[in-house]
């Protein structure tokens, strides 16, 4: 089976990514071969480390953030013509595919709630900016696809996905991201306190990491103001991001260098959440990142907005608290999750043995045995025509 899978620009760093990655070594046993079609990619040892594997590049020339958009459609068109693939899934908002992933989210869902906490100024560009206007084209243009089968990581998600675009159920498959749980586990409260130590900290104080690519999104500011407001509780953030020296910059005008360490982008992340008591990630909108799934198998309890995708599920399992993306909420859940850390702890791993990689390989798996079998028979009814 030939599978490519489409992702604009390939950073290991990222969340989906990470995602693509884990699919791919999930399905190696079953005689998939991948191919990624992107602009770009850096590789680490986790690529390299995969056999049998085609990397296409695409072009997305232009001046523009909107030219490069429709470019990139432009430059995978024809790759997609000039190469034979059973199955084509897409990590962007393009035509053409035969899966979507939603792993970005809806971009109409995250531009009105953006809007919702932007001056005037930025809401008034939010409505002429032409890159917004054509994304969301593009979504509504995917809507129309009748063969287009969308994959929601979230119920978040899918639910976004009928109201804003009245898809209808069946065209929508519901595939939490997997982990694997052996890669993450938890660890001793003597290596955490040893860890803390390595890395400048005071190891008897309650220690909360936030690990994510784009920091104003994801709510690193916020986070950074809710500790500035806890004098007992440090704070590690880890991520790559264009406001990282702004990020470091406010550190030292709050003059916390001694109990906030950031580390800028890690191939690693597994000693920061060895270090840490608990996770947090109050983003502004994210649909299922799968770093608060690393954190779980950690048996970190996490702390996340009610916007991101698995929020719902750490009320139900009580592994941990739901804020609002402000730093006195933040400060409150930081405070709750503390006080009920061991018993959040244990929850928060048993609530990561539902994300089994494992099963998620194979719901994945009997997607594209579906979507094979009815583009075979499309090609049937077809010729006979």
């Known amino acids: 089976m030939k599978i490519a899978i489409i992702r604009r620009k390939f950073n290991p760093f990222g969340g989906a990514e990470k995602f693509i990655l884990r ?71 393009l035509l053409g595919a035969d899966i979507y992933r939603l792993g970005d989210g809806i971009h109409a869902s995250w531009v009105a709630r953006l809007a919702k906490v932007s001056p005037w100024y930025t809401r008034l560009w939010l409505k002429i900016d032409p890159y917004h206007s054509a994304v969301i084209r593009m979504e509504k243009a995917m809507a129309n696809e009748p063969h287009l089968t969308y994959v929601a990581n979230s119920r978040l998600v899918k639910q976004e996905l009928i109201d804003w675009y009245d898809v209808a159920e069946n065209r929508i498959v519901l595939i939490e991201n997997g982990i694997d749980g052996s890669a993450f586990t938890p660890t001793s409260p003597a290596l955490k306190a040893a860890e803390k130590t390595k890395l400048g900290l005071n190891p008897n104080a309650p220690t909360v990491v936030f690990v994510g690519s784009g920091f104003a999104r994801k709510g690193a500011f916020d986070l950074l103001d809710a500790v500035k407001s806890l004098a007992e509780f440090q704070l590690i953030i880890v991520g790559h991001d ?5 990020l470091k910059k406010r550190v030292k005008e709050y003059a916390l260098d001694k109990r906030v360490l950031v580390t800028g982008p890690q191939h690693d992340v597994t000693p920061f959440l060895t270090a840490a008591d608990m996770f947090c990630l109050p983003s ?58 061991d018993e959040m702890s244990q929850n928060a791993r048993k609530l990561s043995l539902n994300y089994d990689l494992g099963k998620a390989s194979e719901l994945w798996l009997n997607l594209y045995s579906t979507l094979i079998n009815q583009k075979k028979v499309g090609t049937i009814a077809h010729s006979s025509h």
Not at 68 to 89: C, G, N, P
Not at 325 to 330: H, L
């Open 284 to 341: 502004l909108y994210d649909s299922f990142p799968n770093a608060v799934l690393e954190a779980l198998c950690c048996a970190l309890p996490v702390i996340v907005t009610d916007a991101v995708g698995i929020a719902d599920a750490v009320t139900k399992h009580h592994a941990g608290a739901v804020c609002e993306k402000e730093a006195s909420s933040i400060a409150n859940a930081l405070q709750i999750v503390w006080q009920n850390k």
């Open 23 to 93: 699919t791919i070594q999930g399905l190696s046993n079953f005689n998939i071969h991948t191919s990624i079609i992107a602009e770009s990619w850096a590789k680490n040892d986790d690529v390299s480390s995969l056999t049998g594997q085609d990397w296409i590049k695409a072009e997305a020339n232009g001046k523009s953030r909107t030219s490069k958009f429709l470019a990139f459609q432009r430059s995978v068109d024809h790759i997609l013509e000039t190469h034979d693939f059973d199955l084509i899934q897409s990590h962007e908002r």
């Open 242 to 246: 264009k406001q990282l020296a702004k």
